[in-house]
């Protein structure tokens, strides 16, 4: 089931009524689900040949929401499904429709893995390395296993997932379904979204896919495979920034092609919204170079950045990517802001602050940016205040509170009159009542 910090999920309470009929008691129903994996297990118990209604039944009941799924996990579904996995064999049809019921089931649930199961995909993504459907059913399983639970994750990558997952797209280069199924769940090796795990592998799983599965290369070779695609160089791009976790691997994809793709990219797909947000936070990622900040600069990357923002200036989220983006290229940059600030991007920040006032990440990256285009280049001052500046961020610091440090900063360094507040001494009482 989904986790959740804080709050009661009601997401696994079944909503749908069973159908009654006029002579039935309503206590002898059973939900449709239930009856469907009743139905399975009969099939698989006595080997009826119904089994692939069966399973395609219980598929569609299970893809109607998350409740159906919970309750049919309750009841023994899991084990069921797997076992019609394992006894298909060689029969591709029976695999392909088992498989569709355990990426169902299995969607939002990862607690539902054993090792039995985590055996078999890997198993199944070996011996079925040549079929691209097959491939990318297995692949979708994994993860949803890996999504929201560190141990699982944990446990495919020691089983050997990540050379899986990057010989699939090698392999099925041309297949765009797999390249992207298998680009998700590699980056979804490298998240650190279980809260029940107070230290997670993400970073040491990052570094293994650059650095033992070669990870790099192989993105940006399927990058260059589907230039048509956004759907697929969207997800590419996403992984790609998941990867950037070293400086040295930042100037790999330069030197990969990666950047030089990239802006290519951000020049022929501008509106494109979900791709143009996720080249924005690639750019963000790879800029943690400084050697890498200059190349982005000097291929355009400031002007496009700009541009991007100002084409979806109506969406929150590519402002704020677009904030950020420019914010790493000014850092410790003096010619880089220079740049930025004629191409118009502390403009574009105000812009957002004022089209996006409710959204505290569009006002603490535009606060950064002003104040990193300032930091080192005094110059710019009196032109960022002429803006009006300083009204922005003092909006933003009333409204957010998480805006406090970062607002400061930047009134700071704009040399606005700032108010300091003094932080707890200890001098005034006791924490003790």
């Given at each position: 089931?989904?986790?959740?910090?804080?709050?009661v999920?009601?997401?696994?309470?079944v909503?749908?009524?069973?159908?009654?009929?006029?002579?039935?008691?309503?206590?002898?129903?059973?939900?449709?689900?239930?009856?469907?994996?009743?139905?399975?297990?009969?099939a698989?118990?006595?080997?009826?040949?119904?089994?692939?209604?069966?399973?395609?039944?219980f598929?569609?009941q299970?893809?109607?929401?998350?409740?159906?799924?919970y309750?049919?996990?309750?009841?023994?579904?899991?084990?069921?499904?797997l076992?019609?996995?394992?006894?298909?064999?060689?029969e591709?049809?029976?695999l392909s429709?088992?498989?569709?019921?355990l990426?169902?089931?299995?969607?939002?649930?990862?607690?539902?893995?054993?090792?039995e199961?985590?055996?078999?995909l890997?198993?199944?993504?070996?011996?079925h390395?040549?079929?691209?459907?097959?491939?990318?059913?297995?692949?979708?399983?994994?993860?949803?296993f890996c999504?929201?639970?560190?141990?699982n994750?944990?446990?495919?990558?020691?089983?050997?997932?990540?050379?899986?997952?990057t010989?699939?797209?090698?392999?099925?280069?041309?297949?765009p379904?797999?390249?992207?199924?298998?680009?998700?769940?590699?980056?979804?090796?490298?998240?650190?979204?279980d809260?029940?795990v107070?230290?997670?592998?993400?970073?040491?799983?990052?570094?293994?896919?650059?650095?033992e599965?070669?990870?790099?290369?192989?993105?940006?070779?399927?990058?260059?495979?589907?230039?048509?695609?956004?759907?697929?160089l969207?997800?590419?791009?996403?992984?790609?920034?998941?990867?950037?976790?070293?400086?040295?691997?930042?100037q790999?994809?330069v030197?990969?092609?990666?950047?030089?793709?990239?802006?290519?990219?951000?020049?022929?797909?501008?509106?494109?919204?979900e791709l143009?947000?996720?080249?924005?936070?690639?750019?963000?990622?790879?800029?943690?170079?400084?050697?890498?900040?200059?190349?982005?600069?000097?291929?355009g990357?400031?002007?496009?950045?700009?541009?991007?923002?100002?084409?979806?200036?109506?969406?929150?989220?590519?402002?704020?990517q677009?904030?950020?983006?420019?914010?790493?290229?000014?850092?410790r940059?003096?010619?880089?802001?220079?740049?930025?600030?004629e191409?118009?991007?502390?403009?574009?920040?105000?812009?957002?602050?004022?089209?996006?006032?409710?959204?505290?990440?569009?006002?603490?990256?535009?606060?950064?940016?002003?104040?990193?285009?300032?930091?080192?280049?005094?110059?710019f001052?009196?032109?960022?205040?002429?803006?009006?500046?300083?009204?922005?961020?003092?909006?933003a610091?009333?409204?957010?509170?998480?805006?406090g440090?970062v607002?400061r900063?930047?009134?700071?360094?704009?040399?606005?009159?700032?108010?300091?507040?003094?932080?707890w001494t200890?001098?005034?009482g006791?924490?003790?009542?």
């Open positions: 089931m989904p986790y959740r910090r804080t709050g999920d009601l997401s696994n309470i909503k749908a009524v069973p159908k009654v009929s006029s002579e039935e008691n309503t206590e002898d129903q059973t939900h449709e689900v239930l009856q469907a994996l009743e139905s399975l297990k009969s698989v118990v006595s080997s009826s040949t119904s089994i692939l209604e069966d399973l395609q039944l598929t569609e299970c893809s109607l929401d998350f409740s159906q799924r309750l049919a996990a309750q009841k023994e579904a899991y084990p069921t499904i076992t019609c996995c394992q006894r298909a064999g060689e591709k049809e029976l429709v088992a498989l569709a019921a990426s169902v089931l299995t969607d939002g649930q990862p607690d539902l893995l054993d090792v199961g985590r055996e078999f890997i198993g199944a993504l070996t011996t390395q040549s079929d691209p459907a097959l491939t990318c059913q297995c692949i979708r399983i994994v993860r949803h999504l929201k639970h560190e141990n994750r944990q446990a495919f990558v020691k089983a050997g997932a990540l050379a899986l997952l010989g699939s797209i090698i392999r099925h280069i041309e297949h379904e797999v390249v992207r199924e298998a680009c998700v769940a590699l980056r979804v090796m490298t998240f650190d979204d809260v029940r107070p230290f997670g592998q993400a970073h040491e799983h990052a570094k293994m896919i650059v650095l599965q070669n990870g790099l290369k192989v993105i940006v070779e399927a990058a260059k495979a589907h230039p048509e695609n956004t759907a697929v969207s997800e590419l791009c996403a992984t790609l920034s998941r990867l950037a976790v070293r400086n040295e691997f930042c790999d994809i030197e990969l092609g990666g950047l030089k793709f990239m802006i290519t990219l951000l020049a022929d797909c501008l509106d494109c919204q143009v947000k996720q080249v924005l936070s690639a750019l963000k990622a790879i800029a943690g170079n400084d050697d890498v900040k200059d190349a982005i600069v000097n291929t990357g400031a002007e496009l950045i700009v541009m991007a923002m100002n084409r979806h200036m109506a969406n929150a989220q590519v402002c704020e677009g904030c950020a983006a420019l914010c790493v290229l000014a850092l940059k003096p010619n880089n802001c220079k740049v930025i600030m191409c118009g991007g502390a403009l574009a920040a105000m812009q957002a602050m004022k089209n996006h006032p409710a959204e505290v990440n569009v006002q603490k990256q535009s606060c950064m940016l002003l104040r990193n285009l300032v930091a080192r280049t005094r110059d001052t009196q032109v960022i205040l002429e803006m009006g500046a300083e009204a922005l961020i003092s909006q610091l009333t409204t957010h509170r998480d805006c440090d607002g900063a930047a009134l700071r360094d704009l040399g606005c009159q700032v108010e300091l507040r003094e932080l200890g001098k005034k006791s924490l003790s009542h």
